[in-house]
């Protein structure tokens, strides 16, 4: 009896650590994936961002922090890149949101409407971009228009309203998605919880403030942070409308990085990639703090 | 039975990815199997060196005019000249001494039936026959065996030489001959090709089958390969056609706007093989493509590693365990089909070989190459053969890389020569200028730590600016190697050289020579040594309305001349400042915002008003790069004395030179010692008093510099002390249609001259970028959609941000 007892025990294991090979088997290729393209190039980053340059290679230890700390193009960037997305995330967050509770509601078209707002979703950057410029050129439409209404035309794209204009384009390529995430969150919210609301009296007003938007706090952070990371890529549109060294408005962070890559100061790239990294961290942590704090209440329901 | 279906889910799973990976790099079956081998490896230059050894063929005479290898056997065709009797002339006029003799004001040597010389005291007439002769011999050398000796090709009217000659497998020889006009001063008339046997005889061969759907005036033959089928495979400058008995059977035209092809061969194993240039996103590039003569399509195609060949000859048949060679500029490469794989089998630099030397290269085997080469000694035309040197018997040194995005002639004698006299190093040339894109290839292969030992500095290096290269300490600080070398010292350096030389006071890199850029006007009362914009322009402006500045008086034109000279001056990379907001190029903006508008029509020039414009004043400046002899020149043009005040700029230092042959040691060299031994010998008193009198610039030495005025300012012959022949610069020199005789410098043309040079001490370095946002900014201003302030402040920010990202 005991032996066969140890003969199960010993199949059991046997089992247990073909399973265990088996799962690794199958993990290798991703985990080679992540180790070779994520891990690696990050510990590649670090060490780039403590040597003097690519040519010498001699550690400098945090002086290329320094350096691109009090390099003015560099707080050119980060100040741009940071009032950029100021704007753009709460935007991104409050206009989709709105657009999510219009669709709630029963109005008609409604199906025309979400297609509508998910369309640009679906057209490639560059040709959104020959739009931009036909409309913000300095002899573009919106340029014509004033002229019409009798006002000095503005060449928007280097001119202190040029981040407006690359705002409208981000927030026209991200308020579609935004709003089909809200949709959902909204959909998900409890029918009993808004009922009972209705029967104590709530208003709509309240109802908004003290229910739904408790209950949608996640998706407000997860777009938020989405919202966040898309802004610091806004580098790409801003790129292919103004170039490597544009206005001095729209120049961002990816710019200084992008250039300082094309003229092997692997270095200040480093460094200003693991600055950003690490701001990033910082405020996607407090972030998480925030609705950790806020989103408690809902989970008690 | 669960388990079993969840094994054969994942089998699936594992094939259907299996299959995914296999269809990465499919391709349509009549696409042909390209092979993307264009990155060539690294060779060792021990195993790419070769050496001179017999002579490969004898037994013939006459210069060499034409090659054709066949199989086993090499054909060739040359010229024989034989001298006639001198014929008295009279009193320098040139009689002829046969009906087949022509004037020129010159020697003249033709091919031909007979040709003539004008002796150089116009009393004597020679008179040459030439016999056309053509041979075979073994390519594995021995005797050449005489096929044809011809002195009948030509007839009274046309005289016929050598173009080209092609041979079958029979044995027949192909020449294909070019006729000239006798009585139309030598033009062109006439070609034809004769069909050389076996036995010596030979006939007129009717070609012109070979031209039908051609305009005669604009194609040409390159070669033409004969199979074993009986085709004929013919190879223009555009297209490869296939005839057989005459009829065109099919045709291969490479594609894009400008076809090109670039080689016939034949492979090892009998393939027709036929290269051409194609095109690709970062440029064209070299295909070699199987063509198949039934079919009359390509096959499998090849790249080369080169992005064109340097002549008509350089694509040859495969031996040994390559089934085609190929010659670029650097050397022969080897290709192996089956293996996929590119060798480099010889290399000039390392074997010591000035490639202008040797005019044909055909590889006999791996290990054997027979070429033709010039002997000064006797001015004869050898066949020789050139064999592999064993690698255990080449001497062991310490090599070091030159990275440069062309290697000039200049260059390459100098690591010839170096690597002859120098027991201890071995320079090998890394040229980028086969790569597709050489200054983004080399930019890559720095910041990948493939970092070359010494950098020929062109404006900077790969896509990096001076100032970007010595910021990143790419450069090794040479001020050192100056202070203790024996050889050559600071002191040497002509000082304005020594200041443009200088970054940040140290000294980076070295220059052989160096040249002058001004702009030169009439002279000037008073006389202007140096201006501002403000100064300019108000010099300009006295001037009158109906006067320009310069002939090209577009906006973008003026802008660009500015540009290109004085940009610099707004910029202090020291102090990460721009000052394109500040007055001087304010000023200088608003006065190209006045010239005209668009580009300039080159259509609308007018040469004669040009000319007369300068003349009478209503064409105040032209941009010049200045040599001595210049001066006397322009004073013709001006139509008076000149004056040079060079470009405006703040502080009327706007004398550009431009140093040239710039050498810098890297910063991470293993062995700087020995690299500075090869970059110091361009500054040695030797080096600059050989090359003086034939480098495109000026020496930077002093003292060679003042040999190299003495050549401008002598009235009589002499031989220098380095061994160069020196003539008076008395002469004619021309500009457009004006022609005129110069003379030694007069004291006052050399004073001028010399102060110009002594004064001229700004190097000048030019930043793509930065002017590309100028001229794109300045548009706004030129188009008047924006107020000048704007303009030039945006500008100045978008400057400032692109100089504080590179410090």
Redesign the interface.
Known sequence: MKISKEKTKLKKEKIRLRDRLSAWFFLLPSFAGVIIFFVAPFFVVIYYSTI?????RESVGMANFKAVLA???FR?AAKNTLTFSCMAVPLAIILSLLMALALEANIPMKSRFRTFFLSPLMVPTASVLLIWQVLFD??GVVNEWMKFFGKN?V?WL?SPYSQLVVLLLFLWKNLGYNMILFMAALAAIPRDVLEVSVLDGASGFKQFFKIKLKFITPTIFFVGIMSLINSFKVFREVYLLAG?????KL?MLQH?MN??F?????Q?LSSAAIIMAVFMVVIIGILYLVEDRIGKDVEDI | MIVKMKKAVALLTCVTVMCGLTACGGKKKDEGKVSNTTMLAETDAKDVTFAMGDEAITGYSGDIAGISVVGDKIYFSTNDWLEGEPVLLDEGVLSSSSSDAYADDQSVATDGNASEEVSEEGEYDISYDVITRVYSAPLSGGKAEEILSATDLSDDNIEYSVDKIFADKDGNVYLMLSGWGKDTDYENVQSKTIKVKSDGTYEDYDTSFLMQGKNPDDFWISNILFDDAGNMIVLYQDELKVFKDGKEKGSFKPEGEYPATEGLTLSRDGKVLVAYQAESDSGSYLKISEFDTESCKIGDTYSAAASYFPNQNSLMTGSGDYDFYYEINAGIIGYNISEKKTVKVFDFIASGIDSDQISFKYMVSPEKFIAVTYDESDYTQKFMFFNKVDPSSIEDKTTLTLATLWSDDSTKQSVINFNKENSKYRIVIKDYSEEDDPMAKM?AD??A?S?PDIYIVDNGIG??SIQ?CVA???FEDLTPYFEKDPDVNTNDILPNVLEALKVDGKIYFTADNFTAFTMMCKKMDPEIDGWNFAEFREFVESKGDDVKAFEDNTQNGLLDAFLYNVIDDYIDWSA?KAYFDGEEFKNLLEFCGKGEPGELNWEDYDETEFMSSLKNGKLLFMSVMLTPQDLQMYKAVFGGEVSLPGFPCADRNGKAISLQNCMAI???CADKEGAWEFVKQQMTREYQGKNYVWAWGMPTRSDIFDLYMKVYTTSEEYVDEFGNEIYPRMGSMGFNDLEIETHPLTAEEEEIFRHYIETANEAKWYDD?IAE?VRE?AQ?YFKG??SLDEVCT?IN??????I????
């Not at chain 1, 490597?244 to 001095?248: H, I, N, S």
């Not at chain 2, 920010?797 to 692109?802: A, E, I, L, N, Q």
């Not at chain 2, 504080?804 to 410090?807: A, M, T």
């Open positions: 003097d340059n690519i040519i010498n390099n003015s193009a050119d300095h002899h035309p060449d280097k490597d060294y544009p206005y001095g120049y200084f250039n300082t094309r003229s092997l100061d692997y200040k | 930019s720095i910041a730590g970092i896509n990096l970007q990143k300490g790419m990460g890297s910063s991470k970028n946002i900014e706004s959609d924006k945006i920010g978008r400057v400032t941000t692109y504080n990202e590179n410090k």
